[in-house]
């Protein structure tokens, strides 16, 4: 047996029916530092470390795509200690894992408004997606200064601009074109969206993209979510009947078609 073969038996999962991109809502920092008598930037510190732990499973198990939802655009709206904890956390998690995801064939991108986030953040984060950009294994997609609702402004924007201008007649604008203009144009769509902390809400987060994904909810905070969980929702996933909004016809044999 390959050493291939081996890890998806171990884990139980069917490597044919892998999910292209997952995308991830990471939520209950806070709360899990409050169950435990400690400050909100103790919770995310511990987020990190849960953050680390589903890179290097998605990176086992050859997904393509892992999309984490680090900072949204209301997060700005939070104290600024806080803010600026956030962004110090991020560029360490930056600058301390750059190694590691380059030695897993890992290349770092982002979506949101870059333009926002601190110079010194701009620049840890250039430095690693350059560092990172010919590898091909995964994508780790980092949602920074993002907002689903934002995203879908700048694509009609972009768009109306191109009709102004002459490049684009307002009946060719299709769904392809829109998802051409979107942060996300040279990813495909998530195929599961999960949500930690026992929220069931999308909280601005690929609005467009997800609407055909698979979602996944538990009561887990982030801080404490693992391997196992996540290897068992990737399990659940491929368990379910992906239709599409298709109708699956029974042929007079009674087997599906």
């Known amino acids: 047996m390959s050493e291939q073969t081996d890890k998806f038996k171990k884990y139980g999962i069917d490597p044919s029916r892998l999910p292209r991109h997952v995308a991830i809502i990471m939520d209950g920092n806070g709360r899990w530092a ?16 849960a953050v680390r732990s589903i890179v290097t499973i998605c990176r086992e198990i050859e997904i393509e795509v892992l999309t984490l939802y680090a900072f949204s655009t209301e997060n700005w709206a939070r104290p600024k200690a806080e803010v600026a904890a956030l962004m110090a956390l991020l560029k360490k998690f930056i ?11 890992i290349r770092l991108e982002m979506i949101g408004q870059k333009e926002k986030l601190p110079q010194d953040v701009r620049d840890a984060l250039d430095g690693a997606m350059s560092h990172t950009a010919r590898n091909k294994q995964m994508c780790l997609n980092l949602a920074l200064s ?38 996300t144009r040279k990813l495909p769509d998530p195929d599961m969206v999960i949500r930690t902390s026992g929220e069931m809400r999308l909280s601005n987060f690929l609005l467009w993209q997800s609407g055909y994904a698979e979602f996944f909810f538990t009561k887990t905070l982030w801080p404490d979510f693992t391997e196992q969980e996540f290897v068992e929702m990737v399990k659940d996933y491929q368990s379910r009947d992906r239709r599409f909004g298709k109708v699956v016809c029974s042929s007079n044999d009674g087997s599906q078609q």
Not at 40 to 48: A, D, L, N, T
């Open 146 to 183: 993002y907002g689903g609702r934002e995203e879908i402004v700048h694509a009609v924007r972009k768009i109306a601009s191109k009709v102004k201008k002459g490049k684009l007649s307002s009946g060719k604008i299709t769904e392809e074109v829109i998802s051409q203009h979107l942060y």
């Open 95 to 105: 600058v301390s894992e750059i190694d590691s995801l380059h030695k897993k064939g």
């Open 34 to 49: 409050k169950k435990k008598f400690m400050n909100r930037v103790s919770g995310h510190e511990k987020g990190s470390e």
